[in-house]
């Protein structure tokens, strides 16, 4: 008997339950870890309020770093004792073991904690495929990516100033200002307190940007589409604000020949092959030093605290990553 968080009906952060749980042994194409790390990210809070339907009850999360304990039928070129983290694994991560698809592992560097890994591999998956495949940033160029000190922005804003690009980002207060900008943006704008549109215009001399990364949603919606040039492209990769809905197309034309997508990890990290480009050229910007991982103290919570880490989330009490530490 092991202990995870599973939910057997849809809510607020009260719906987790720290419960007794029997690990099978791994099948076909499996890996057996046992978690060191957890990562906990804004999905999270999808799957469980019912945002995103999952088959009751259930476990929750997907990113985990530990250590290979068994080995299923099947895998080749991952080994018992390996260090390894996740991000694409079945819900079921919010536990002290965990069974992962041998596609979704990937092999750890001694040079990279698992505190490190389980607070960066999701979010720093997500902004390499953002910044290297949705739209490739190029050196010098201008663009807006909203919510800069969250996990996902925080790492964004390093990998910018590691491409040589000017990352406007946005934040909610002058603390978030501050984390943002010693992380590497370019400038920055508080959005409760500027008008975003406009601020984006007079820092790009009225040429407004190519592309706007956001992953806020429903509140960001038409200002982001308010700061793109002609032809710009509108990154829609979250909703922590509720999904944008009732889009009518013609505002596409109106603001002039928009374009949007709506992408996610899953699209872009489909094979072992895929996963190994991807994580290779993350943990390198992490080894370098270019991209720094550190989880406060304070969020960092214990297994059995989930329903407080998801209330700190929710809350907008988090500033970067935060753990559930088994």
Known sequence: MVKRIQFSATGGPDVLEYTDFTPKDPGQGEVQVENKAIGINFIDTYMRSGLYPAQLPSGLGTEGAGIITKV?????????????????????????????????????????????????????????????????????EIFLFHAAAGGVGRIA??????????????????????????????????????NVPERVAALTHGEKVNVVYDSVGKDTWEISLDCLRRRGLMVSFGNSSGPVSGVNLAILNQKGSLYVTRPSLNGYITNREELKLASNELFSMIASGAIKIDVPERQKFPLAEAQRAHR????????GSSLLIP
């Open 157 to 194: 804003c390093q990998w910018a100033k590691a491409l040589g690009a000017k990352m406007i980002g946005t934040v909610g207060s002058a603390q978030k200002a501050a984390l943002a900008r010693e992380a590497g943006a370019w400038e920055i704008i508080n959005y409760r307190e500027e």
């Open 72 to 140: 299923g039928a099947g895998v080749t070129g991952l080994h018992a004792g390996d260090r390894v983290v996740y991000a694409q694994g079945p819900l079921g991560a919010y536990s002290e073991i965990h069974n992962v698809p041998d596609k979704n592992i990937a092999v750890l560097p001694n040079a990279i904690t698992f505190e490190q890994a389980a607070a960066s591999f999701l979010k720093g998956l997500t902004v390499y495929y953002l910044l290297h495949q949705t739209y490739a940033v190029k050196p010098n």
């Open 312 to 319: 700190a989330l929710e809350g907008r009490e988090t500033n």
